[in-house]
């Protein structure tokens, strides 16, 4: 029998800026109100960056992520995973501060470093809400994300085996499924690890179902069957992506930090909409919808009563 499929949602990320949509969440209150409704749509992970509440900027200040992590946790029983992503251009140590005050369940780790490559959401828009936005976009034009050799260990370190949290290990690239074999060798993590496939960042592999498949295979080869993975795809890729993660068996991603629309042209309103649309799409495929206790068995989580909030 399938085993039921874990929605993770991103409810607003460190890419996307106030201009592109009405709809991102901002503040502290907006964030938990998405996070929630989205828990509630189905989703058992809930994925969080915070933002400045005035400009909504990508702001790795924990005070901020302490005025909605606990109403997040009060309100639901997700999951709730805190990103070591933080915005970019953020140095190691103000990506992880806030995860190390909250000793979450989970938190994100991208493993390898990448050109990331968002300045050409610019092109899109001649008039800006803040003066911040058009600058963070073309910054990435010369831009490395930094997730070196080092950086990973001491994350691992520092969050892993200081804080007992589990990671969603963020794949941009084929090489990335070979850093993380590389991590896991160390012996200094357990399994089961959780592989999160990312598809549709310039800097990253493409949106290529091809490339799905073959990321997955290779998956498979390096990590048996001490691993769960999922698949998150930029844009218009989202539900596509998802939809043919679930088929094959694995998890999936949606929210507004992935993609700001529903369907073509058409923005979601929520997150939760998308998180309904996913969870419609699979359960007309005879497929179950993970709880978030069934994620947390299936993950190896620590439980929702050993965090910091």
Not at 184 to 191: A, E, N, V
Not at 233 to 258: S, Y
Request: glycine residues 10%; contains cysteine.
């Amino acid at each position: 029998m399938a085993k039921p499929v874990i929605i993770t949602c991103a409810p607003t990320g460190g890419i996307h800026t106030p201009t592109m949509s009405e709809h991102l969440p901002i503040t502290p209150d907006e964030i938990a109100t998405a996070s929630i409704e989205a828990a509630e749509a189905g989703a058992s992970i809930i994925h969080l960056h915070a933002r400045d509440p005035e400009t909504g900027k990508p702001d790795p200040d924990p005070d901020l992520f302490m005025r909605f992590l606990p109403r997040i946790k009060q309100s639901t029983d997700a999951v709730v995973n805190v990103s070591t992503g933080g915005g970019l251009g953020m140095t190691r140590e103000e990506r992880l501060r806030a995860a190390t005050r909250a000793s979450p369940e989970m938190a994100s780790l991208n493993v390898g470093s990448m050109n990331f490559g968002i300045f050409p959401m610019a092109n899109k828009y001649s008039e800006w809400k803040f003066d911040w936005e058009p600058q963070f976009l073309d910054m990435t034009r010369d831009f490395i994300f930094r997730n070196t050799f080092a950086d990973l260990e001491y994350v691992v370190k520092e969050l892993g085996e200081g804080h007992g949290t589990k990671f969603e290990f963020e794949c941009y690239d084929l090489g990335h499924l070979y850093n993380l074999a590389w991590l896991i060798d160390q012996g200094w993590m357990k399994p089961p690890f959780f592989v999160q496939m990312v598809f549709g960042v310039l800097g990253g592999v493409g949106a290529d179902l091809d490339n799905l498949m073959h990321m997955h295979t290779i998956a498979d080869k390096l990590f048996g069957d001490e691993y769960e993975w999922s698949v998150l795809a930029a844009g218009r890729h989202q539900m596509p992506f998802g939809t043919q993660a679930a088929m094959l068996g694995g998890n999936l991603r949606v929210g507004l930090e992935d993609s700001l629309y529903i369907g073509p042209g058409k923005l979601a309103e929520s997150n939760a909409d998308q998180v309904r649309k996913i969870r419609g799409i699979v359960e007309a495929l005879g497929l179950e919808v993970a709880t978030p206790e069934q994620a947390r068995e299936r993950l190896g989580l620590k439980g929702a009563d050993q965090v910091g909030f």
